[in-house]
């Protein structure tokens, strides 16, 4: 039976590795402590099964116990401000700060402040490029339609349904990582 466990845990450990290592890295700077979290993470898989414990959705778990490993360590650490990650020189997430928690808030709200960059940051890659390219003029970059129009020889309209499309999907497609910062 033992045999067997290892062999189901091993299984995970080479199946979900490398995502969940990505998963990390896009939130800790410090390759060591992305290390660290991840055998942190597969040993509380090892333990919870030396003791029994059911996990049905076993991925999930995993990026649970990272996200709360990920938690612990900024709680440990005194918060880097936002502009020290380097993300002051982007213009576009500047324009954003009256949106996201406080980098001072905290290592929980700097965590919340990360992540909600990092999935709207995929969120708008996924875009179509035309309504990327309106969405980032308009909301980002502050130009108007009007200018817009001018500039593309493409009508307000067409640009102001972009535009539409483009907020409807950021909505659906953020809504979840949304749900879930507001449940904790």
């Given at each position: 039976?033992?045999?067997?466990?290892?062999?189901?845990?091993?299984?995970?450990?080479?199946?979900?590795?490398s995502?969940?290592?990505?998963?990390?890295?896009?939130?800790?700077?410090?390759?060591?402590?992305?290390?660290?979290?991840?055998?942190?993470?597969?040993?509380?898989?090892?333990?919870?099964?030396?003791?029994?414990?059911?996990?049905?959705?076993?991925?999930?778990?995993?990026?649970?116990?990272?996200?709360?490993?990920?938690?612990?360590?900024?709680?440990?650490?005194?918060?880097?401000?936002?502009?020290?990650?380097?993300?002051?020189?982007?213009?576009?997430?500047l324009?954003?700060?009256?949106?996201?928690?406080?980098?001072?808030?905290g290592?929980?709200?700097?965590?919340?402040?990360?992540?909600?960059?990092?999935?709207?940051?995929?969120?708008?890659?996924?875009?179509?490029?035309?309504?990327?390219?309106?969405?980032?003029?308009?909301?980002?970059?502050?130009?108007?339609?009007?200018?817009?129009?001018?500039?593309?020889?493409?009508?307000?309209?067409?640009?102001?349904?972009r535009?539409?499309?483009?907020?409807?999907?950021?909505?659906?497609?953020?809504?979840?990582?949304y749900?879930?910062?507001?449940?904790?």
């Amino acid at each position: 039976m033992s045999l067997e466990k290892d062999r189901r845990i091993s299984e995970v450990v080479k199946r979900e590795q490398s995502r969940l290592r990505n998963f990390i890295r896009r939130r800790v700077p410090d390759p060591r402590d992305v290390e660290d979290i991840l055998q942190d993470v597969f040993s509380e898989l090892v333990e919870a099964n030396s003791l029994l414990m059911p996990i049905e959705h076993v991925t999930g778990w995993l990026f649970r116990v990272a996200r709360n490993r990920i938690t612990d360590l900024f709680r440990k650490k005194k918060p880097e401000s936002f502009s020290d990650a380097g993300a002051a020189d982007d213009e576009e997430l500047l324009q954003l700060e009256d949106l996201l928690p406080s980098p001072d808030a905290g290592p929980e709200a700097l965590y919340a402040r990360n992540v909600l960059l990092d999935e709207l940051e995929l969120a708008v890659d996924e875009l179509p490029e035309e309504q990327r390219e309106v969405f980032v003029a308009h909301e980002l970059e502050g130009r108007s339609f009007k200018e817009m129009a001018a500039q593309t020889g493409v009508s307000v309209n067409t640009l102001l349904s972009r535009k539409r499309y483009a907020v409807l999907h950021l909505r659906e497609r953020l809504q979840s990582i949304y749900d879930e910062f507001t449940k904790a």
